[in-house]
């Protein structure tokens, strides 16, 4: 029994016992305890009718879940079965409850910079288009990544920095674009979370990116 029913039971109680006692409490005080139960029963059902919606919104989201596991177990690809389709790095993860898309730098950002190119607005309509016809009031992350270089040459005191302008720059994208704010946010990851090591310059381009996480939980 939750805080707010014993709180209603106390009082009904008192309320039971003050009625056998009869002329021992005042009348004032009975009301007030009667006031009181009824206030209580308002908290308690209120209560449960959160509870209700939040079940209700889990049950959705464990759907949406299994949904995606089961195009998968019947060998869509994972970007088919996300909806984002096969031009991307789509990677889905069952605990967690995400879809990740992998954007590399390139598609985006001329090197060194934080302005999206011209070229990148097709990728990031259609990503947007499937963020609000299937995946519309979810969580999205925005994580910029960017591979162990020093920076140099650039206005950017360092890869974290670079990083975070970066994402930011594709947040207010979408944002412009209908992604409510309240829903998005930016993340800056520099090179802490590289993909493959930063040995070779193909390896150093892979890490070089934008992730966009959808969750689903």
Not at 87 to 100: P, S
Not at 121 to 134: F, M, P, T
Not at 139 to 162: A, E
């Amino acid at each position: 029994m939750n805080t707010i029913s014993k709180k209603v039971t106390n009082v009904i109680i008192c309320i039971a016992a003050m009625s056998l006692l009869g002329g021992c409490v005042s009348q004032k005080k009975y009301n007030a305890l009667n006031v009181e139960k009824e206030n209580l029963k308002g908290l308690l059902e209120r209560e449960q009718t959160e509870k209700g919606q939040l079940a209700g919104q889990l049950a959705q989201e464990q759907q949406t879940v299994e949904e995606l596991q089961k195009k998968l177990a019947q060998r869509q690809s994972v970007g088919q079965a996300s909806g984002f389709g096969d031009k991307y790095d789509v990677a889905f993860d069952a605990d967690a409850g995400t879809v990740t898309v992998k954007l590399q730098n390139e598609i985006l950002f001329d090197p060194g910079k934080a302005a999206l190119k011209r070229s990148a607005s097709g990728d990031l309509n259609h990503i947007l288009e499937v963020l609000k016809s299937q995946y519309s009031g979810r969580q999205v992350d925005i994580v910029g990544h960017t591979d162990s270089d020093p920076i140099k040459k650039s206005q950017w005191k360092d890869n974290w920095q670079l990083s975070t302008e970066r994402a930011l720059t594709v947040v207010r994208y979408m944002i412009d674009h209908g992604i409510a704010k309240e829903r998005i946010r930016a993340v800056g990851r520099g090179d802490s979370k590289p993909i493959v090591p930063n040995t070779s310059a193909s390896n150093k381009a892979k890490n070089r990116r934008v992730e966009i996480v959808v969750h689903m939980k």
